[in-house]
């Protein structure tokens, strides 16, 4: 039956969350079940997607990378993929309207990553950015507020900007394996390959002001996805403080974490705050 596919296909894309990013996982398990699965489902196509430009380095990641998005483009037309985590991302974008400028960005950007190392320009940066991570929080958004309209126009610049502040983190949080390993650089003048403690202070003041404009749109989201959505914040948040408090050399050296043990405490306090209305 095609309803146990569908339910497999679910399970596929959970799958990868779960594996893929613990404290992701954390934060979708606080999202009411009405959206969790949902979210699930855009984290499984995003996930794969990111993983064939930055980690499959012994096959042809152009040739993958076209296919998957060619089964992608029939996947939403068909509506129906023999792809799990494609056949569930469809059946998202379909029950939620998500407009095709969303995950075409998105897959615009990642297409980036196989042939492009350097962004030299704002305008660059900030096209990158919107695509790898702000409409990804747009089509999470079109899920917290079930497809309406007026939620979603309210709510969407506030989003993208937290979208913008989890990518930043993660840029400077892997600088390590970006610049290493990938090769890429993409805060613009910034030589990152000698990152110092000026220009770091300058990026995570940027990073500061998107999570401001975040954190105001977190206070305004449905009660269904807001625990959810402020424990990854939070985390965030911590992250970027642990960030702060490390000399630049240091940076550039080792990929800084969160341990398990303060992600607990992390996620008490955002309970707390939800449950009496501080956020």
Do not use: W
Request: charged share 30%; proline share 2%; hydrophobic share 35%.
């Amino acid at each position: 039956m095609k309803s146990l596919f569908d339910t497999v296909s679910r399970d596929c894309s959970k799958l990868v969350t779960n594996s893929y990013s613990t404290s992701f996982s954390i934060a979708t398990k606080l999202l009411a079940p009405s959206i969790r699965q949902d979210i699930y489902n855009i984290y499984g196509f995003v996930r794969f997607a990111d993983e064939i430009v930055d980690t499959f380095h012994d096959y042809d990641k152009a040739k993958l990378f076209k296919s998957f998005q060619t089964d992608m483009y029939e996947a939403i037309e068909d509506k129906i993929s023999l792809n799990p985590i494609l056949n569930s991302f469809q059946e998202t974008v379909h029950k939620y309207n998500i407009d095709a400028h969303l995950y075409e960005s998105f897959m615009d950007s990642m297409e980036k990553d196989l042939h492009k190392s350097n962004y030299l320009t704002q305008e660059e940066y900030e096209a990158y950015i919107y695509g790898s991570a702000d409409v990804v929080g747009l089509m999470c958004l079109k899920v917290f507020v079930k497809g309406n309209h007026e939620a979603y126009e309210n709510l969407k610049d506030d989003a993208m900007r937290l979208g913008s502040a989890f990518q930043k983190v993660n840029f400077l949080r892997d600088l390590k394996a970006d610049s290493e390993e990938l090769e890429r650089s993409y805060f613009p003048d910034a030589d990152l390959s000698r990152l110092d403690e000026e220009t770091k202070k300058a990026i995570i003041f940027e990073i500061d002001a998107d999570f401001q404009a975040g954190l105001r749109g977190i206070g305004n989201l449905p009660v269904e996805a807001k625990l959810g959505v402020y424990t990854a914040y939070i985390y965030y948040s911590k992250l970027l403080e642990k960030l702060k408090n490390t000399p630049s050399v240091e940076i550039k050296n080792k990929r800084i974490r969160v341990p398990n043990y303060q992600k607990a405490s992390l996620l008490a306090k955002s309970y707390i705050s939800c449950r009496f209305n501080l956020v």
